[in-house]
């Protein structure tokens, strides 16, 4: 192969990822001058960020006046049970909200309060109404917003274009190795900066939310390109998937229904979440049915235990489950039908009306939906500096779900599509930074760019091999039979093990057929990246000896003191082993400290920060 | 579980034909779930799109015995008992392979409408916008970009004037900057002379095919028709635009009547 034969494109920064945060972070690179490209897996405007529904968090402060940036802070330091990132948050909680104005400036079309604003509900972890949204499809709102503006800005888009690997020269970034799906031919971006904006990795689980495009690709290549890798233990199991019919078992449900009034029953009719309030959330969540049906008109009443955080939720129904006490196709009732008028169910949230209609022949408005838990995000991912979004590898950078550090232990809902926004523009703010301090290009070696193709065709070449499909297949059974919702020490290690047998076997994966839109072959391809991505979870998650957010291990129950210390920091060792290390926190500024812990009646009454 | 004839167009640019595949299929699947189950188990390079598997995203538009649909949301229930089902591309666009086509001309035509142009905020650093100002716009932003109602509209599949029509899609997409309450573009003459509202001679289809419910013609295209007929052809709306120097926004009759 000879590489000046393969298409090449030259730009100063290559965002791999249309998603929300990509597609932020492309805007804010062109709006600084910078020649930039986007590639993504699929078509513009079709990446899972389309799928959002229940809305972005930001303290507007529209709904209720009292909402700002320090309750948001603390809101989402407490959901993350303290392992976030303290500046990360902090950034957060205090861009959100122009984040989401400039959105509207760009043509977005928000939900209204009755004096013209923008609107703003109630979600599990949020002290406020605080998502601001757009009926139940504000992911749809915020990617058309970012597209329909981002293709007027000079951006280079290259739409079905996989990153395969990651060019360096003498450590730093240089360049890209990718393929065409609609041809499958090969092709090489030169690039001084990559910004990874690739999602999570829920497909290595069988029941997820999410799509085809979630094997873990950023993470994995980072990591390949000598990344570190961070709080991979926290897989976030959003507590209502669709568990019937089978074909639809994992599809999400929205938090919305909960938050506009939705609850959570047994199969002996019983608001089983009463028995499931933590001590931490006990002061401000309401203890009676009484108290619980008053909120929110009653300003006094306390929030309902539905709305608790989703780690929270999602464990409750399991053990109702387990209990003998699920619904039943094994999971819980949502009851929204005996709540709210069925107009206001169809207004507030058309398009769980119609996924419940036209896929489980339910209807919401009469029906309560059987739900169940669903591997839905990666609290964890690269890890990267919290002001300018770069990894420990010079001219790399992460934003989004596959970058670490917002979330610690559980994110909260709605707090990733501000992520998206908030940080999609500090990582373009950073690489424009990176580059203006660069004095010369790197340039990739010709090895690295025929290795990465060399690998790819192999899958193609094959005489015979193994089935991808089928192996995507035993890889899931691996991770959700022993790296599920609640875990214990010696299933993360028989985890190990099987990933490394699946390892060898994917040597041999061979896809029929040609490389022209072959879906065969893309799969033998993220394979790969899910199972470096599984392994890291599987090796993060035993180290992790405590239970702690969506971390849940049976052999070590509850929160420990000493494990709050530290992050879970993994990356590739010099003989091409899993290094798994604990990473001390820093202390955090005392300001932001006295925050996090200061009682809501004092944040409020301005006592604090 | 019971099993069910497929036939599935299989080919390339260069041509193709229509293959048949048996297929288990399980309680509640969709026509997406037994593709991809031919996919794993008779055909491993078979191409096809998705993502969401919910309606939202607007990626998996085939024609389905002969009705251009989203295969996610179309349960295998609707057939017939012995039915064989027949899955092939949308017609308006050239294939790639199989069940995927070139829809690169959508994004051209997205790329050719002028971004949304705000009025500026309002001196408490506000936009205001009332609900049942939005409710319209809102529909129309409801689009998931599936591009099936392009593939019905007999301007742009058979007639082939994808030269002189933007199609259905942008439209709906041109209303909902034409109605947006911040929109501070003229848009009309452009719907007239560069987009071809002209074209459309109001047979619906577009409507009946949308798996949003967008009122595609009634709310969209025709009050577009009723502004540009209003200001070319109407000397009043003309001469008051003379006066005041600027747009006039002449109001539709529905837009008068929902207030
Ligand atoms: C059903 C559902 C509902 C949700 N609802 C909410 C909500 O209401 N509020 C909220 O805050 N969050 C919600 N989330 C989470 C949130 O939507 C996601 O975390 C977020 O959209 C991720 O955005 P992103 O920009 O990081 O990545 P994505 O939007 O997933 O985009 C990833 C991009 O990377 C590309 N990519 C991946 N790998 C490669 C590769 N190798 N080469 C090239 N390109 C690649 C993909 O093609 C895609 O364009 C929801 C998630 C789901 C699944
Ligand atoms: S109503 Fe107009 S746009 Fe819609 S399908 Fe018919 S001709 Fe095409
Ligand atoms: S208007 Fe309807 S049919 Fe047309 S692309 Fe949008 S969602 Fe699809
Ligand atoms: S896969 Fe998204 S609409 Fe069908």
New interface residues.
């Given amino acids: 192969m000879n590489v000046s034969e393969i298409q090449t494109f030259e730009h100063d920064v290559l965002v791999i990822g249309a998603g929300g945060a990509g597609l932020r972070a492309a805007i804010e690179c062109s709006a600084r001058g910078l020649n930039t490209g986007v590639i993504s897996k ?7 960020t ?2 959002a529904e229940g809305g972005m968090a930001a303290s507007l402060g529209n709904v209720d006046r009292r909402d700002n940036w320090k309750i948001h802070f603390r809101d989402t330091m407490r959901g993350g049970k303290f392992l976030n990132q303290w500046r990360m948050a902090e950034l957060h909680a205090k861009q959100a909200p122009d984040r989401v104005r400039e959105l ?4 977005a ?1 928000f ?2 309060t ?4 923008i609107n703003q509900r109630n979600f599990g972890g949020h002290r406020y109404p605080r998502l601001a949204h ?2 139940d ?1 504000t992911g ?2 915020l990617i ?1 917003t970012l597209q ?2 981002g ?2 800005q000079g951006i280079h888009f290259h ?1 079905e274009c996989t990153a395969l690997r990651l060019l360096l020269d003498g450590g730093r970034i240089a360049g890209v190795a990718g393929y065409w799906r ?1 041809t499958g031919r090969f092709v090489l971006f030169r690039t001084s900066a990559v910004i990874m904006a690739t999602g999570g990795g829920g497909k290595a689980w069988n029941v997820t939310s999410n ?3 979630y094997t873990g690709d950023g993470a994995a290549l980072a990591y390949e390109a000598g990344a570190e890798l961070m709080d991979l233990e926290f897989t976030q199991f959003h507590p209502t998937g669709m568990v ?5 078992r994992g ?2 449900v929205t938090e919305g229904v909960r938050g506009d009034g939705g609850i959570l029953l047994n199969n002996k009719g019983e608001r089983f979440m009463f028995n499931y309030i933590p001590k931490r959330f006990a002061p401000e969540t309401a203890d009676t049915i009484l108290e619980a049906d008053k909120w929110p008109e009653d300003p006094s009443a306390r929030r309902p235990p539905e709305l608790l955080t989703r780690d929270v939720v999602a464990r409750a129904i399991r053990a109702e489950v387990q209990a003998g006490r699920g619904s039943p196709h094994g999971g819980a009732f949502l009851d929204i039908a005996s709540r709210r008028p069925a107009e206001s169910i169809k207004r507030k949230l058309p ?1 769980m009306y ?2 419940f209609k ?3 022949e339910v209807d919401i408005t009469t029906t309560p939906m059987e739900v169940g838990p669903t591997l839905h995000y990666f609290m964890g991912g690269i890890r990267v500096d919290a002001d300018t979004q770069q990894t420990n590898v010079p001219g790399l950078f992460a934003c989004g779900e596959c970058a670490a550090g917002l979330h610690g232990a559980n994110r909260l809902g709605g707090n990733s599509l501000s992520d998206l926004i908030v940080f999609g523009r500090l990582a373009g703010v950073g690489v424009a930074a990176y580059l203006s301090d660069s004095t010369s290009t790197p340039r990739p070696d010709d090895e690295q760019i025929t290795a990465a193709f060399r690998e790819a065709t192999g899958i193609l070449n094959r005489e015979t091999g193994e ?4 192996m995507h297949e035993a890889l899931q059974e691996v991770m959700s039979t022993n790296v599920g919702i609640v875990r214990t020490g010696e299933e993360l290690q028989i985890a190990v093990e099987q990933l490394k047998a699946l390892k060898v076997r994917a040597q041999n994966l061979k ?4 490389s ?6 893309h ?1 033998a391809l993220s394979v790969k990246s899910l199972l470096i991505v599984g392994e890291a979870v599987a090796r993060a998650a035993f180290i992790r000896e405590e239970s702690r957010g969506a971390h849940t291990r049976l052999d070590f129950e509850g929160e420990r003191d000493e494990c709050a210390r530290f992050n879970v920091v993994t990356k590739k060792g010099p003989g091409g082993e899993m290094q798994v290390q604990k990473v001390e926190r820093a202390d955090p500024p005392e300001e932001l400290a006295a925050i996090a812990n200061a009682t809501l009646e004092d944040l409020e009454g301005g006592r604090v920060g | 579980m019971s099993t069910r004839t497929f036939k599935i167009w299989r080919g390339d640019s260069a041509g193709g034909e229509f293959h048949q595949y048996d297929a288990e299929v399980d309680e509640g699947m969709v026509v997406l779930d037994v593709l991809h189950r031919i996919q794993a188990l008779q055909a491993n390079d078979l191409a096809i799109r998705w993502n969401c598997k919910a309606g939202k995203c607007g990626s998996c538009s085939m024609e389905i015995n002969g009705r251009p649909s989203l295969a996610c949301m179309t349960r295998m229930n609707t057939f017939g008992p012995d039915e064989v089902i027949t899955v092939q591309p949308l017609k308006a666009f050239p294939v790639i392979k199989d069940l995927t086509c070139d829809v690169s001309w959508n994004y051209e035509q997205n790329k050719r409408i002028a971004p949304f142009k705000p009025k500026p905020r309002g001196r408490d650093g506000e936009h205001r916008m009332y609900q049942q100002d939005v409710d319209r716009v809102q529909e129309f932003r409801k689009c998931i970009e599936c591009f099936l109602c392009q593939d019905v509209c007999h301007v742009v599949r058979d007639r082939g004037r994808k030269d002189a029509f933007v199609g259905p899609r942008f439209m709906v997409r041109l209303a909902s900057l034409e109605m947006h309450p911040l929109d501070d573009d003229d848009r009309i003459p452009e719907i007239k002379k560069e987009y071809g509202s002209g074209m459309c001679n109001i047979t619906k289809c577009c409507t009946d095919t949308c798996p949003e419910h967008i009122n595609i013609t009634d709310n969209g295209i025709i009050p577009l028709k009723e502004r540009v007929v209003d200001r070319y052809y109407d000397p009043l709306a003309r001469l008051a635009r003379l006066f005041a120097g600027r747009r006039v926004r002449t109001k539709t009759r529905t837009e008068e009547q929902s207030g």
Wanted: no cysteine; charged share 20%.
């Fill in positions: 699929s078509l513009l405007g079709k990446a899972h389309v799928m509207e400036e760009w043509g079309v939900d209204r009755p004096d013209g604003l757009v009926g499809r749809l709102e058309r329909d503006h293709v007027h739409m609609e799509s085809w495009e019937w019919p089978p074909s639809v599809t999400l398009s119609h996924q036209e896929l489980a089935n991808p499909y089928l896809a029929p057929g040609t022209q839109y072959n879906p065969g072959w799969e």
